[in-house]
């Protein structure tokens, strides 16, 4: 199927329709932005490392019961999914304390915590995705209590399933972002899951991996993508 009309543009992806009103393709982009677009610029194959890790990380989460929005990877930056009907809540998963956590509660980056985190946040750019909790979601009408139950738990499971992988491959799983929509009735995890939506710290140097490499202006930003998409891929691939 041949993309069409281009539907949206966001930071990181475009997404497109195709003749068959079920399914979009999604294009995965260099650019790379922080701090709700006021720092930007561009990561060398971004969007290729991005598109080959989601893809092998939800065709893995399939396999495992999770069902996701991935129908097959086209080309290096394109990729056909089911059209979901996204609900604008964030599921964030934390495992160890860093970035806003560590900030909000004056913890120092870096201290594991005894059991996963999980945070919701209302999915708006204008807003800067402030965090929310269930009462808000659910009386707001952003989602119905049984899908927030369905998405934490399905959440919880996603965590376990990745905390495992990327530790066998030498890496931490700090923290993580997913999105989800509804198709057919049913809860299933949508967006990606990749460098740009995980934090990801190699698991003895501690060297970051992800996009907090461009967010600090640390550098050596695609070297960082490059190796977690090597490393999944000597599993994967």
Not at 55 to 80: S, Y
Not at 128 to 134: C, G, Q, R, V, W
């Amino acid at each position: 199927m041949e993309k069409k009309e281009k539907l949206y543009e966001g930071k990181a992806k475009q997404i497109y329709a195709v003749e068959d009103e079920r399914y979009l393709i999604m294009t995965y982009k260099d650019e790379a932005t922080a701090f709700d677009g006021a720092k930007k610029g561009i990561i060398e194959n971004k969007g290729i490392v991005n598109n080959r890790v989601s893809c092998l990380l939800f065709k893995m989460l399939e396999e495992r019961g999770i069902e996701t929005h991935l129908v097959e990877q086209i080309d290096d930056r394109n990729v056909m999914v089911k059209r979901l009907n996204m609900l604008p809540v964030e599921v964030v998963l934390r495992n160890v304390v860093a970035g806003s956590l560590s900030k909000r509660l004056g913890m120092e980056e870096g201290t594991a915590l005894s059991e996963p985190i999980v945070e919701l946040y209302y999915k708006n750019d204008d807003l800067h995705d402030p965090m929310i909790n269930e009462y808000h979601a659910r009386v707001l009408g952003w989602a119905t209590l049984e899908q927030l139950e369905d998405m934490q738990k399905q959440g919880l499971e996603i965590n376990q399933i990745l905390l495992k992988f990327f530790d066998d491959i030498g890496v931490i799983l700090v923290d993580f972002k997913l999105e989800f929509g509804v198709y057919d009735g049913r809860i299933v995890l949508g967006d990606e899951i990749s460098p740009d939506s995980c934090r990801l710290w190699d698991k003895v140097s501690l060297e970051k991996l992800d996009k907090d490499r461009f967010r600090r202006d640390m550098g050596g930003e695609a070297e960082a993508y490059q190796e977690v998409v090597t490393r999944i891929e000597k599993v994967l691939g």
